[in-house]
């Protein structure tokens, strides 16, 4: 048996709640865990990402980031979470993900991380309506440009008219997994995005299992929601606030700022609940066990 600590954190909490967020089990040295293993651990936490910690050569550390069917090559609130994790009470850390390298500064509780990469962008091929029909929304809602959005994942990113139809909306299975499919990785989403006064609404849709879930905070997607606005030539800068999660029980608050450089900057606050540890038997990922000892 190997002993492997872990923590868990929750990423982009609301004025010091414990249980908003978005939650993030992190493993501090994965070093001895295997891809077969580290698969299994992120399907046993059933977290929207787990990540692990690895030495390297390149930064404060080397970071894999898995969700319980697949490996990202990047995820913004495991970044901000990990990042805490490694950079401890420092001013930040910087991490290598499969992306690239991520600089994290922190302020106070505040973690803020520079998208990997410029952002890459496509046209999206359906039709407005038919998007909106996909949400179950009504004739009109998209009210600018749909794109694909890539700063190191790609994602669905889509315009809605009033933050009121973004609470409205009730994705269709069957044609979020038509329309919302990427070559880049195998879960159809989308993420849906309004202005409001003074908080912009904002969701993410996926599917999992045949049915459609909800994320209660998406920091890649509000790199990408930046990467939208240099694409469509938006006056910069940017700075907002961004609300999410409430549909799910789980508020959260993200930051968005692009300076004039086109530089895409997201903050969100990170709060430490737990710690544990798990034991492996080595050479079988399905009987992974886990004590978990939270303080």
């Not at 209660?216 to 606030?241: Q, V």
Request: net charge negative; proline share 7%; glycine share 8%.
């Amino acid at each position: 048996m190997s002993r492997h600590a872990f923590r868990i954190v929750n990423v982009f909490t609301v004025d010091g709640d414990r249980f908003s967020g978005n939650p993030l089990c992190v493993f501090e040295d994965a070093r001895g865990i295997s891809d077969e293993q580290m698969q299994a651990l992120a399907r046993q936490m059933n977290l929207s990402e787990t990540t692990f910690v690895l030495p390297s050569e390149k930064a404060d550390a080397r970071v894999r980031i898995f969700t319980p069917a697949n490996e990202l090559p990047f995820a913004g609130h495991p970044t901000l979470g990990t990042a805490k994790v490694v950079g401890g009470e420092s001013a930040g850390a910087t991490l290598e993900m499969k992306a690239g390298l991520v600089q994290v500064t922190r302020q106070g509780a505040s973690w803020t991380l520079r998208a990997a990469q410029p952002p890459a962008t496509r046209p999206v091929t359906v039709a407005r309506d038919e998007l909106a029909r996909m949400l179950g929304l009504p004739t009109g809602t998209i009210s600018d440009e749909p794109l694909w959005v890539d700063t190191g994942v790609e994602q669905l990113i889509i315009p809605i008219a009033t933050p009121e139809l973004v609470r409205g909306a009730d994705p269709r299975p069957e044609l979020l997994a038509r329309h919302g499919i990427s070559a880049a990785r195998n879960t159809p989403s989308c993420y849906l995005w309004s202005p409001g006064v003074p908080e912009w609404s904002v969701r993410y849709f996926f599917i999992a299992n045949g049915a459609v879930r909800e994320d209660p905070a998406t920091g890649s997607a509000c790199d990408n929601l930046g990467g939208w606005h240099i694409a469509m030539k938006k006056p910069l800068p940017l700075t907002t606030s961004l609300r999410q999660g409430e549909a799910i029980q789980r508020p959260s608050r993200l930051g968005l700022r692009v300076d004039e450089e086109r530089a895409i900057y997201v903050s969100g606050n990170v709060i430490e609940i737990g710690r544990g540890f798990v034991e492996l038997q080595e050479g079988d990922p399905s009987s992974t066990q886990n004590d978990l000892n939270h303080s």
